[in-house]
Nanobody, 115 residues
Framework: QVQLVESGGGLVQPGESLRLSCLVS????????LGWYRQAPGKQRDLVAT???????TYQDPVKDRFTIFRDNAKNTVYLQMNSLKPDDTAVYSC?????????WGQGTQVTVSS
């Protein structure tokens, strides 16, 4: 059974940092492309960042230079380090694992940025 379990969300003030984790089981983790997505209330789910099996990364413009995606294949975990958080970053953050026709999602973790 494939499972993606996110953790690390919470309530922070603007300017603070959070690190999200996504522990993946049930797949050959190292071959999968991994991604973080977010969905704010009343909005569609948007891509945040991706990392390939080879470690190449991409970021959407709103998070460039603030967020960092990285993976630890030994721990079957993908991370999202989020710095200089803004109220607009408030959303449910979900991780995704993709390889060819295989596509899996976690349940998400809430991130709220508010003073």
């Amino acid at each position: 059974q494939v499972q993606l379990v996110e953790s690390g969300g919470g309530l922070v003030q603007p300017g603070e940092s959070l690190r999200l984790s996504c522990l993946v089981s049930g797949i050959t983790f190292r071959i999968y492309k991994l991604g973080w997505y977010r969905q704010a209330p009343g909005k569609q789910r948007d891509l945040v960042a991706t990392i390939t099996s080879g470690g190449s990364t991409t970021y959407q413009d709103p998070v460039k230079d603030r967020f960092t995606i990285f993976r630890d294949n030994a721990k079957n975990t993908v991370y999202l380090q989020m710095n200089s958080l803004k109220p607009d970053d408030t959303a449910v953050y979900s991780c995704n694992a993709n390889f060819e026709n295989f596509n899996y999602w976690g349940q998400g973790t809430q991130v709220t940025v508010s003073s």
